[in-house]
């Protein structure tokens, strides 16, 4: 009759338990190792506060009014992270702190935001330099907006220059009685019209400073470090002793072979009758029983002693 598999997979589950049960010292002792080796590297390390401020981008205008793109085209926020981090953004902090520590720019996800982080080993310094370098970046690409705008109002007042032309040339044609209409004049002044109101509210924007960025929520001073993290490293070190301990449990359950109770000898020698079963006995300060059957007769050893005795006879 072939062997029940869900008989063998419960003996070696009991099996597997026994080892476990037996070398639970060696688990419990590696697993404190590990554990107490990850929180002490952790609290050596010097902490590291992170700090984020969030920047709102926004698209510019002015590239729709001279016709080269849509105002709602995609902003490309990597080319704005590389902004962050140009040499010129760096100077403006500079002035303003001091100094210019290296941050990092990252775009959440389906938006329009850009997230300034800067580390340092003081929290009120990492608020500090999030903060100085969303603002520097907020003034260099205020800068460079209304810079745009007073390029914009230059293209547009070529085109109202260039109309004006056309405009000069049909004012007196030769041969033309006077007062007769002109559609093509209507067209170029309607044109012209429009131009100018552009050109106006270009001019207004340059003037006023307007920006395609602005601060949506400043940084604020962490409250507690981003590293090293002593619980996460503490929560590893369990898990990674555990498993550790684990294997040496059963590294060393497969390296020892010593025989101490019944079940081993069935482990090492199956079928092997079995003729008795002796306790160990020890004396009150630790030493050596002696003769257990003159001393304690009436004791287990004593009666295990005797039963082998008969067991051996028979």
Request: hydrophobic fraction near 40%; aromatic fraction near 4%; glycine fraction near 8%.
């Given at each position: 009759m072939p062997p029940d598999p869900e008989a063998t997979g419960s003996s070696q589950l009991v099996a597997y338990l026994g080892t476990l049960r037996r070398r639970k010292w060696t688990i419990l002792v590696v697993t404190v190792l590990a554990?107490?080796?990850?929180v002490g590297f952790s609290k050596t390390q010097t902490p590291t506060y992170d700090a984020s401020a969030k920047v709102l981008l926004q698209s510019s205008t002015t590239q729709a009014v001279i016709g080269n793109a849509s105002p709602n085209r995609i902003i490309n926020i990597?080319?704005?992270i590389q902004r962050l981090g140009s040499p010129s953004v760096a100077d403006i902090v500079r002035k303003q702190i001091?100094?210019?520590?290296?941050?990092?720019?990252s775009s959440l996800t389906g938006t329009d935001i850009m997230e300034v982080t800067a580390s340092s080993t003081v929290a009120a310094?990492?608020?500090?330099?999030?903060?100085?370098?969303a603002n520097a970046y907020i003034q260099q690409r205020?800068?460079?907006?209304?810079?745009?705008?007073?390029?914009a109002a230059k293209i547009v007042q070529g085109q109202i220059d260039h109309l004006n032309s056309q405009v000069n040339a049909l004012n007196?044609?030769?041969?033309?009685?006077?007062?007769?209409?002109?559609?093509?004049?209507t067209s170029l002044n309607a044109q012209i019209g429009l131009l100018q109101q552009e050109a106006s509210t270009l001019q207004t924007d340059?003037?006023?400073?307007?920006?395609?960025?602005?601060?949506?929520?400043?940084?604020?001073?962490?409250?507690?470090?981003?590293?090293?993290?002593?619980?996460?490293?503490?929560?590893?070190g369990f898990g990674g002793g555990l498993v550790l301990?684990?294997?040496?449990?059963?590294?060393?359950?497969?390296?020892d072979d010593t025989i101490t109770s019944k079940e081993d000898m069935n482990r090492a020698q199956p079928g092997l009758p079995v003729l008795g079963i002796i306790p160990s006995m020890s004396t009150r300060n630790g030493g050596a029983a002696g003769l257990v059957s003159a001393t304690r007769p009436h004791s287990a050893a004593a009666e295990a002693y005797r039963s082998l005795r008969t067991t051996v006879q028979f």
């Open positions: 554990v107490a080796v990850s990597q080319d704005e001091g100094s210019a520590p290296p941050v990092k720019g310094d990492a608020a500090k330099v999030a903060n100085a370098y205020q800068a460079a907006s209304v810079a745009s705008y007073l390029d007196a044609p030769p041969g033309a009685s006077p007062g007769t209409p002109n559609p093509q004049l340059a003037s006023a400073g307007a920006s395609d960025a602005q601060l949506l929520l400043p940084a604020d001073v962490p409250s507690s470090p981003s590293s090293p993290k002593t619980v996460r490293n503490g929560l590893l301990g684990i294997a040496l449990g059963f590294l060393r359950e497969s390296l």
